[in-house]
């Protein structure tokens, strides 16, 4: 079973880093990156579902330009809480 989620965690990694919208492979690359290892399945299978989404949906929720469905909203809202400076430029 380990084996399996090290599999899926390796594979969302790369699908994060793939996109087809620059800011999105560097937003979701570095989410994935740095959150990933601590998912456990369930966690795993909704990101994975918040990656079927376009890139420019996903964008506009992790930006705050559109809210995010309710079932994606924590998931986006942890995103877009290490997007800081890739999604709006960093307080000075």
Known sequence: MQDAIETARK???MRS???GIKEMDLILSDFARRRLQDYDS?????????LEESDLDIYHWVSGQSAAPVHFAPLVAEISAGAT???RPHAT
């Open 42 to 50: 369930d966690q795993l299978a909704q990101y994975e579902a918040l």
């Open 85 to 87: 400076g890739l999604t």
């Open 17 to 19: 880093m793939r996109r």
């Open 11 to 13: 594979r969302l990694i």
